[in-house]
Nanobody, 121 residues
Framework: QVQLVESGGGLVQAGGSLRLSCAASGTIFSINNMGWFRQAPGKQRELVAAITSGDSTDYVGSVKGRFTISRDNAKNTVYLQMNSLRPEDTAVYYC???????????????WGQGTQVTVSS
């Protein structure tokens, strides 16, 4: 059993900052790509930021220069530092991890339960 547990969401004023964390636990051999997605009401879920096992990162254009994704492999945790938040960043944020449960096994994607981020104007 694998679980991804997110924390750090909340209500913040425009221009403020939040830091999201997502810890993976359970039967894990290795974690490949990790990422953060978000879904606003009435919109499709979109990829916000991703990080590979080699620490290469990628961001959706609207958050470049404001958000930073990082990971701590020793803790099986991925972070999303969000600065200069805007009302349009309001959404439920989900973490995602592509991982192997066993050596030589297949990789599977797992999702966290989501954490609400609300940015007031």
């Amino acid at each position: 059993q694998v679980q991804l547990v997110e924390s750090g969401g909340g209500l913040v004023q425009a221009g403020g900052s939040l830091r999201l964390s997502c810890a993976a636990s359970g039967t894990i051999f290795s974690i490949n790509n990790m990422g953060w997605f978000r879904q606003a009401p009435g919109k499709q879920r979109e990829l916000v930021a991703a990080i590979t096992s080699g620490d290469s990162t990628d961001y959706v254009g609207s958050v470049k220069g404001r958000f930073t994704i990082s990971r701590d492999n020793a803790k099986n945790t991925v972070y999303l530092q969000m600065n200069s938040l805007r009302p349009e960043d309001t959404a439920v944020y989900y973490c995602n991890a592509e991982l192997l449960k066993y050596y030589g096994g297949s990789s599977y994607r797992y999702w966290g339960q989501g954490t609400q981020v609300t940015v007031s104007s």
